[in-house]
């Protein structure tokens, strides 16, 4: 099973509203980033925080990380139709160093 | 700055042809990566190399064969495609070590269809 779920699958948002999406994941971390991708191109970096962190800002993007309950939100403020786009996060084990384990995403579409 | 280029963006094979997803980057990166994309299942590792002359298999190898040419190049070669390849293919790559918190730099992606 994937280390790392995005939750909603999908979320659909008047511009100007605050977007929040959620990821949980199963075993201890060292690092968890946050990802973009939009239709039809690669995926962009966005936030990376790591395991002894519990908060970060970028612009209008906070990430937190809860690692008792294993796992981490990313809220958008004030929202615009240019963040429609999929968002992923992605995990890499304490345990291993082979791999980063990205979820299936969450949808966002942000309707003018 | 070009960063991670892939080659070709859309590809469509007949099964059992082979082809050869070409990538190349230009951030003097060491580690690379081959991603496959697919719907619900966010991205999947196929392979990876860590630094120049080594590979390593990821996640869902079986089909594939990588070369890490140089310290630019690291091609993705499908000997004898099946449609269950059928995917979105994405090169990326890191500086330093592979993983370990870096940020991931992504190419643009490669469509394949095997028909």
């Known amino acids: 099973s994937q280390q790392g779920e995005e939750d909603p699958q999908a979320l659909s948002i008047q511009e100007g509203e605050n977007a929040t999406m959620n990821c949980s994941y199963k075993t201890s971390i060292n690092n968890l980033q946050w990802y973009r991708q939009n239709s039809g191109r690669g995926l962009v970096h966005l936030i990376l925080i790591r395991s002894n962190e519990r908060e970060k800002h970028s612009g209008r993007l906070r990430v937190t990380l809860d690692t008792s309950k294993k796992s981490s939100s990313l809220l958008i403020t004030a929202s615009r139709a240019a963040d429609t786009a999929s968002y992923f996060c992605a995990t890499d084990a304490e345990t291993s160093y082979d791999k980063v384990i990205f979820g299936p995403g969450t949808s966002l579409s942000v309707i003018p | ?115």
């Not at chain 2, 990166?29 to 190399?49: A, F, T, V």
């Not at chain 2, 990821?58 to 091609?75: A, D, I, Q, T």
């Open chain 2, 1 to 115: 700055n070009a960063g991670v280029t892939q080659t070709p963006k859309f590809q469509v094979l007949k099964t059992g042809q082979s082809m050869t997803l070409q990538c190349a980057q230009d951030m003097n990166h060491n580690s690379m990566y081959w991603y496959r994309q697919d719907p619900g299942m966010g991205l999947r590792l196929i392979y990876y190399s860590a630094s120049e002359g080594t590979t390593d298999k990821g996640e869902v190898p079986n089909g594939y064969n990588v070369s890490r040419l140089n310290k630019r190049e690291f091609s993705l070669r499908l000997e004898s495609a099946a449609p269950s390849q059928t995917s979105v293919y994405f090169c990326a790559s890191t500086p330093g070590q592979a993983f370990s918190g870096n940020t991931i730099y992504f190419g643009e992606g490669s469509w394949l269809t095997v028909v």
